[in-house]
């Protein structure tokens, strides 16, 4: 069974801190997507990294896909109460078997002002 | 453009019913997948679907099905409902371009409560 972890699976810190959240496997991926999802809402989209090593920025946020293509890491600059949600990874396969995408369970981000 | 809908947003049922949701995607997106999130399994992958034909399928049983119309509207259906069906049912759809899963668009979800 393929597994993605996700930890921590709560975290909760204070505004203007900066945190860091982690997303492994020992499965190998074509690529990797981070999702924030807030209360009532379906998840939206980051970032999706292909190649190991890649890291990408996005304001705040920055994304790195492991030299092996089997963890990720979401690291955010100072934080602020709008990151509040919940942050998922999703890993997707080459297509040629079942379940060809999961997703972590989350870690659950709130950022106190 | 508009977004991913669901409908309905909410919904109660009582076990050995069935369900039927319905998801509308971005116009000119073709591919429809499918999950349910649950807060002990979180999001897990039901089906996919493509140009009216179901391309990929998670490990769900056979009582979780989904068809898809031609003009990409899908729907999903539950027969002989389960306790432990209660979830968040999420639909996302994705434009024809670089593969099923580079970019994922989902609905807000409905929220099927099983009694």
């Known amino acids: 069974t393929q597994l993605l972890e996700q930890s921590p699976q709560f975290l909760s810190i204070q505004e203007g801190e900066n945190l860091t959240v982690y997303c492994n496997s020992s499965s190998v991926f074509s690529s990797l997507q981070w999702y924030r999802q807030e209360p009532g809402e379906g998840p939206v989209l980051l970032v999706t990294?292909?190649?190991?090593?890649e890291v990408k920025k996005l304001k705040r946020l920055t994304f790195q896909f492991g030299d092996a293509r089997k963890d990720s890491s979401l690291h955010i600059t100072a934080a602020q109460t709008g990151d509040t949600g919940l942050y998922l990874c999703a890993g997707e396969w080459l297509r040629n078997r079942d379940d060809k995408i999961i997703f972590g369970k989350g870690t659950r981000l709130h950022i106190l002002p | 453009k508009a977004g991913v809908t669901q409908t309905p947003r909410y919904l109660i049922k009582t076990r050995g019913q069935q369900v039927t949701l319905s998801c509308s995607p971005i116009?000119?997106?073709?591919?429809v997948s499918w999950y349910q999130q649950t807060p002990g399994q979180g999001l897990q992958f039901l089906f996919e679907?493509?140009?009216?034909?179901?391309?990929n399928k998670g490990n769900f049983p056979g009582r979780f099905s989904g068809r898809q119309f031609s003009n990409s509207r899908s729907e999903m259906n539950v027969s002989t409902l389960e306790l432990g069906d209660s979830a968040l049912y999420l639909c996302a759809s994705s434009p024809p371009s670089r593969g099923s899963w580079n970019e994922q668009f989902f609905g807000p979800g409905t929220r099927l409560t099983v009694l």
């Open positions: 116009s000119g997106h073709r591919s």
């Open positions: 990294v292909v190649t190991g090593g």
């Open positions: 679907y493509f140009s009216e034909t179901q391309r």
